[in-house]
Nanobody, 121 residues
Framework: QVQLVESGGGLVQAGDSLTLSCAAS??????MGWFRQSPGKERDFVAV????????YYADSVKGRFTISKDGAKNAVYLQMNSLQPEDTAVYYC????????????????WGQGTQVTVSS
């Protein structure tokens, strides 16, 4: 089972950018993605990338602002977040799943520990 470690969270102002990183031990799963969870809310899907295809898919709330990417040499996945808004404040989790369908169905094989992103207005 792949182990995931996120980094890159922090406190930023509205309109700023931030890049999250997710380091995977061993070969990442077929689908790698990001979720986020705010206090009192469910963990929501943010973005997914196919590890072999490089295809991507985003939640409507982040489309056009966030970009998911991967580095095969480093077994890493990234989330570039631009034009951050206070509603983007959450703990962001890296996730690994057997495929897109599994990930979008929240059938996750491995979760990272999460990294806090706070956006002030």
């Amino acid at each position: 089972q792949v182990q995931l470690v996120e980094s890159g969270g922090g406190l930023v102002q509205a309109g700023d950018s931030l890049t999250l990183s997710c380091a995977a031990s061993g070969r990442p799963a077929n689908a790698m993605g990001w979720f986020r969870q705010s206090p009192g809310k469910e963990r929501d899907f943010v973005a997914v990338i196919g590890w072999t295809t490089g295809n991507t898919y985003y939640a409507d709330s982040v489309k056009g602002r966030f970009t998911i990417s991967k580095d095969g040499a480093k077994n890493a996945v990234y989330l570039q977040m631009n034009s951050l808004q206070p509603e983007d404040t959450a703990v962001y989790y890296c996730a690994a799943a057997k495929g897109w369908g599994s990930l979008l169905s929240h059938e996750i094989d491995s979760w990272g520990q999460g990294t806090q992103v706070t956006v002030s207005s």
